[in-house]
C-alpha cells in the first residue's frame, strides 16, 4: 500500500504536497512566513499576508464595537474586549511581517 502511495506521488507534479512529510513541511513554510516574516517574500504575498492581516484587525474591530454597543453586559464587554485586542495584535503582527520584513543587505567581509 505505502509503496502504490510512493509511486503515485512520484508520477505527480513534484510541486505537489500529497504526501505527509511533504504537506507538513509546506505548513511549516507558511507558519514561519506569518509568525517570523520572509525577507524574500514574494509581492502577491505581501499582499495576501496584508488581506489575512485586516480579516484579524475588522473582526477584532467588530468584536469591541458589538460588545461596547451593549448597555448592561460588563462581563461581555470585558470579554470581547479582550477578544477583540487579541485579534487586533494578531493583525498588527501580520502588518508588521508584511511591510517591513524586507531584504537585508548583506556586507562580504574580505578573509584573512
Not at 502511495?5 to 512520484?10: C, I, R
Not at 520572509?38 to 505581501?46: E, H, M, V
Not at 462581563?75 to 502588518?95: E, N, Q, V, Y
Request: aromatic share 14%.
Amino acid at each position: 500500500m505505502n509503496s502504490n502511495l510512493h509511486k503515485f506521488a512520484k508520477i505527480l507534479k513534484p510541486g505537489k504536497a500529497i504526501l505527509w512529510p511533504d504537506a507538513l513541511n509546506g505548513g511549516k513554510s507558511v507558519d514561519e512566513f506569518l509568525w517570523k516574516g520572509a525577507p524574500n517574500a514574494k509581492p502577491i504575498q505581501r499582499a495576501g499576508l496584508v488581506v489575512f492581516g485586516l480579516f484579524f484587525w475588522l473582526g477584532g474591530v467588530f468584536f469591541i464595537a458589538v460588545n461596547w454597543s451593549k448597555e448592561d453586559d460588563w462581563p461581555a464587554r470585558i470579554l470581547g474586549s479582550l477578544i477583540g485586542c487579541a485579534s487586533i495584535l494578531i493583525s498588527i503582527r501580520l502588518m508588521f511581517n508584511a511591510f517591513f520584513k524586507t531584504r537585508n543587505s548583506t556586507v562580504c567581509e574580505d578573509e584573512e
